[in-house]
């Protein structure tokens, strides 16, 4: 009967004691940043795709049979890097016929043009006539262009054998073989594709009332499904005034700029795109804003140490801040670091921490 007693004491002891303990517990140690206005465009958001800036079917320009693949699927290569090489020995064979050939009318023409030279003497001496003269002047004249053809027929065969080695135009990847060794390539006939990785930018389609809002040069923020968490900032590049007749959607296309990792043509992208006239905005630091399934929530301090829960909307990213609309005012501090495991009304222990100003490049303060 004493043990029973001495446990109900002690358990009313612990519930007396339990607030005090709770008061006491130390406050959680966080980062605020005080909310900004700030002039934004109005976004909207849009799935894409991510396309090559520049892509070509790279072609041969002389006819022959592949020899070898010099460059195969998916190999990065520089411009002027030898894709594919085709058997060179019956050029070779056609220029030495050529150059045989041209040869032997420079050394009839050399001959045509000393006999003309002699005609010419023995015409002013009253030997020849005159007909004797133009007939000479004739075969010079028809030696000449025989080697004038000869020459551009040897040039041309040269040229030809240069081309035998099919090389790429510009910089980029080979996205796909169109010929295998052994085969015969026509003039023209399709080699490889090759796509350009320098220039990538992203093609959206945007629904006819937003038309009027876009402009070239525009800020896009870009983020892919693949990648989580990364984002890049883009530019409208251009705007192609016309629409699909079926869905009514205008094809925008947004440059991206250079990339500290690799992203693949044909990888699904989201953009958001700022449409219309810039409208004053409420923004906070990335950092505050921290996802909960679908919503997005930032911790506003209250006083000196409670934090206050709001959901928000996200807008237009501006540097390291995001536009939001709920019940956050420029100026009220908004929890930066530390909020990720934050409740509503929990005490902490709050310190400043600076970020640049929107519009300003720099990393913020630790």
């Known amino acids: 009967m004493d043990r029973k007693l001495t446990s109900v004491v002690v358990?009313?002891?612990l519930l007396a004691a339990g607030p005090a303990l709770a008061q006491e517990a130390p406050?959680?140690?966080?980062?605020?940043?005080?909310?900004?206005?700030?002039?934004?465009?109005?976004?909207?958001?849009?799935?894409?795709?991510?396309?090559?800036?520049?892509?070509?079917?790279?072609?041969?320009?002389?006819?022959?049979?592949?020899?070898?693949?010099?460059?195969?699927?998916?190999?990065a290569v520089g411009k002027g890097a030898p894709l594919v090489r085709l058997r060179r020995e019956p050029i070779e064979l056609r220029r030495r016929a050529a150059q045989g050939q041209l040869a032997e009318a420079e050394a009839r023409l050399k001959s045509a043009e000393l006999r003309l030279s002699r005609v010419r003497e023995l015409h002013d001496s009253k030997v020849v006539s005159p007909q004797q003269v133009d007939d000479?002047?004739?075969?010079?004249?028809?030696?000449?262009?025989?080697?004038?053809?000869?020459?551009a027929e040897v040039a041309r065969l040269d040229r030809d054998l240069a081309n035998a080695t099919v090389r790429a135009s510009f910089s980029g990847v080979v996205?796909?073989?169109?010929t295998q060794v052994g085969e015969w390539l026509?003039?023209?006939?399709?080699?490889?594709?090759?796509?350009?990785?320098d220039s990538l930018e992203v093609r959206v389609e945007v629904p006819e009332?937003?038309?009027?809002?876009?402009a070239p040069g525009a800020p896009a923020r870009v983020g892919f499904e693949s990648l989580a968490g990364f984002e890049v900032a883009g530019t409208v590049r251009a705007i192609v005034p016309r629409a699909d007749p079926r869905s009514r959607t205008f094809p925008v296309l947004v440059a991206l700029p250079d990339r500290d990792r690799p992203l693949g043509v044909g990888m699904l992208a989201r953009v958001d795109l700022g449409v219309g006239e810039p409208v004053r905005a409420t923004l906070v630091p990335k950092d505050a804003v921290v996802t909960e399934g679908r919503l997005s929530i930032?911790?506003?301090?209250?006083?000196?140490?409670?934090?206050?829960?709001?959901?928000?909307?996200?807008?237009?990213?501006?540097?390291?801040?995001?536009a939001v609309?709920?019940?956050?005012?420029?100026?009220?501090?908004?929890?930066?670091?530390?909020?990720?495991?934050?409740?509503?009304?929990?005490?902490?222990?709050?310190?400043?921490?600076?970020?640049?100003?929107?519009?300003?490049?720099?990393d913020p303060g630790s």
Do not use: C, K
């Open 209 to 214: 009332r937003h038309f009027q809002g876009l």
């Open 136 to 151: 000479a002047a004739y075969d010079a004249e028809a030696l000449e262009g025989r080697v004038a053809q000869l020459r």
């Open 11 to 13: 358990i009313l002891t």
């Open 298 to 322: 930032v911790f506003v301090l209250n006083g000196d140490s409670a934090v206050r829960r709001v959901p928000v909307e996200t807008g237009a990213g501006v540097d390291q801040w995001i």
């Open 325 to 362: 609309e709920g019940e956050i005012a420029p100026g009220e501090r908004v929890i930066t670091r530390g909020n990720e495991a934050l409740a509503d009304g929990q005490q902490v222990d709050g310190q400043a921490r600076d970020y640049p100003p929107p519009g300003d490049a720099g």
């Open 186 to 197: 026509g003039v023209g006939d399709p080699v490889m594709e090759l796509i350009s990785l």
């Open 175 to 178: 996205g796909r073989e169109h």
């Open 27 to 75: 406050a959680t140690p966080v980062r605020f940043t005080a909310a900004r206005e700030h002039q934004v465009h109005r976004t909207i958001r849009l799935p894409g795709t991510v396309e090559a800036g520049r892509t070509a079917v790279v072609a041969s320009e002389v006819a022959g049979v592949v020899d070898a693949l010099l460059a195969r699927e998916g190999t």
